[in-house]
């Protein structure tokens, strides 16, 4: 992996995710633009320092997947309107949480992903402190390496000036033939 110790758990290639579908063949790669992994190689090696590591729920995405998605919950505060693309689309946007090194246990984020409540967005403030430090540290952490955070979404990071990068809806196992 390009990314030490970053641990994958991309959830749109099982069933536990919004959909309850599985929407992707591969569950153990994911693909990124360059600007990306060297971002997130940055941030786990600032994380390692207190112990700390990223989780990956989500990053490529084909256009198709998110056609389906957008078939399932018409809302763009939430799933990204497919005539536009999104940055998943385009290898520039990632899904992830932050995980303790030693046991490899999450933070306490107040939800899960892909809740789709009020709770789950960064501006809710009607958490327990811990929970709120744990959102803080991976926002900030993440804005530190030039992501733009999701403001409905605290999981949910891109990379700036994603329309500069076309959309893409390319299957993982002819990604994975092209490396």
Same mark, same amino acid.
């Given at each position: 992996?390009?990314?030490?110790?970053?641990?994958?758990?991309?959830?749109?290639?099982?069933?536990? %995710?919004?959909?309850?579908?599985?929407?992707? =063949?591969?569950?153990?790669? @994911?693909?990124?633009?360059?600007?990306?992994?060297?971002?997130?190689?940055?941030?786990?090696?600032?994380?390692?320092?207190?112990?700390?590591?990223?989780?990956?729920?989500?990053?490529? +995405?084909?256009?198709?997947?998110?056609q389906k998605m957008w078939d399932l919950i018409?809302?763009?505060?939430?799933?990204?309107?497919?005539?536009?693309?999104?940055?998943?689309? +385009?290898?520039?946007?990632?899904?992830? @949480?932050?995980? %303790?090194?030693?046991?490899?246990?999450?933070?306490?984020?107040?939800?899960?992903?892909?809740?789709?409540?009020?709770?789950?967005?960064?501006?809710?403030?009607?958490?327990?402190?811990?929970?709120?430090?744990?959102?803080?540290?991976?926002?900030?952490?993440?804005?530190?390496?030039?992501? =733009?955070?999701?403001?409905?979404?605290?999981?949910?990071?891109?990379?700036?000036? %994603?329309?500069?990068?076309?959309?893409?809806?390319?299957?993982? +196992?002819?990604?994975?033939?092209?490396?």
């Amino acid at each position: 992996t390009m990314i030490p110790n970053i641990v994958y758990d991309l959830r749109y290639a099982t069933e536990n %995710n919004f959909t309850h579908q599985k929407l992707y =063949k591969s569950g153990k790669q @994911t693909f990124l633009r360059l600007p990306v992994v060297r971002a997130l190689q940055e941030i786990q090696n600032d994380l390692a320092k207190r112990n700390y590591g990223l989780k990956l729920f989500d990053a490529y +995405r084909p256009h198709t997947v998110t056609q389906k998605m957008w078939d399932l919950i018409h809302d763009e505060k939430y799933v990204a309107d497919p005539s536009k693309g999104s940055g998943h689309n +385009r290898g520039l946007a990632v899904d992830l @949480t932050i995980i %303790n090194l030693k046991d490899g246990s999450a933070l306490n984020m107040g939800t899960g992903f892909d809740n789709f409540t009020d709770t789950a967005h960064h501006n809710f403030k009607n958490l327990p402190p811990e929970i709120l430090k744990s959102r803080t540290l991976l926002k900030e952490t993440m804005e530190k390496h030039g992501f =733009k955070a999701l403001e409905t979404e605290w999981w949910h990071y891109s990379w700036p000036n %994603n329309r500069n990068y076309e959309v893409l809806d390319i299957d993982f +196992r002819k990604l994975a033939t092209t490396q």
